[in-house]
């Protein structure tokens, strides 16, 4: 089974930047792709960003081009650089893996992130 801890949210002013981790742990051979969704007031959570095992990374259009999803396999860790934050990018973002059949997924416990206008 795979563990995920994020880390790194916080408060912010618009315009600011905030790194958000999500440090893996257990079963971490399983993991074929991960991921970072978010979840805003009121609304279904989101994927924000995703990137393969090979590095392949996917972004929701309203983030394309401030945040940059990366990976460090041999810290077994993700990351989530977010530029020039807008309040509509409020929310708790989550760490998600998406293992090898047929490991189930896993997910974090979400990390806070607001931005104030």
């Known amino acids: 089974q795979v563990h995920l801890v994020e880390s790194g949210g916080g408060l912010v002013q618009a315009g600011g930047s905030l790194t958000l981790s999500c440090a893996a742990s257990g079963s971490t051979y399983t993991i074929v792709e991960l991921a970072w969704h978010r979840q805003a007031p009121g609304k279904q959570r989101e994927l924000v960003a995703s990137i393969t095992s090979g590095g392949i990374t996917v972004y929701a259009d309203s983030v394309k081009g401030r945040f940059t999803i990366s990976r460090e396999n041999t810290k077994n860790t993700m990351y989530l650089r977010m530029n020039d934050l807008k309040p509509e990018d409020t929310g708790v973002y989550y760490c998600?893996?998406?293992?090898?059949?047929?490991?189930?997924?896993?997910w974090g416990q979400g990390t806070q992130v607001t931005v104030s206008s």
């Open positions: 998600n893996a998406l293992n090898s059949f047929p490991n189930p997924d896993s």
